[in-house]
């Protein structure tokens, strides 16, 4: 069983920065893939950015170049650095984790608001 703890979140203005952090219980080399989503209200649940095993990312284009995926596997964390946001961001944030096993787990997710 893995269990995910996410923190950061919180209101910030336009322009400005967070850093997401979600703690895993197990091991993330255990890990296939790695990622955060996003759900604002009345919309669907997004993928945010994704990092593999062997360290591939991706990112939606809405973010490219302005948030960042990273992973510290001594500290079984993965981050999310995001950098110039905009109130079109705002969402609750989400991590999800793919183990090698094909199953899926996902945190309790964590609110970012971003003011204009």
């Known amino acids: 069983q893995v269990q995910l703890v996410e923190s950061g979140g919180g209101l910030v203005q336009a322009g400005g920065s967070l850093r997401l952090s979600c703690a895993a219980s197990?091991?993330?080399?255990?890990?296939?893939?790695m990622g955060w989503y996003r759900q604002a209200p009345g919309k669907q649940r997004e993928l945010v950015a994704i990092m593999t095993s062997g360290g591939t990312t991706d990112y939606a284009d809405s973010v490219k170049g302005r948030f960042a995926i990273s992973r510290d596997s001594a500290k079984n964390t993965v981050y999310l650095q995001m950098n110039s946001l905009k109130p079109e961001d705002t969402a609750v944030y989400y991590c999800?984790?793919?183990?090698?096993?094909?199953?899926?787990?996902w945190g309790q997710g964590t609110q970012v608001t971003v003011s204009s």
């Open positions: 197990g091991s993330i080399f255990s890990f296939n893939a």
């Open positions: 999800h984790i793919v183990t090698i096993k094909g199953a899926d787990y």
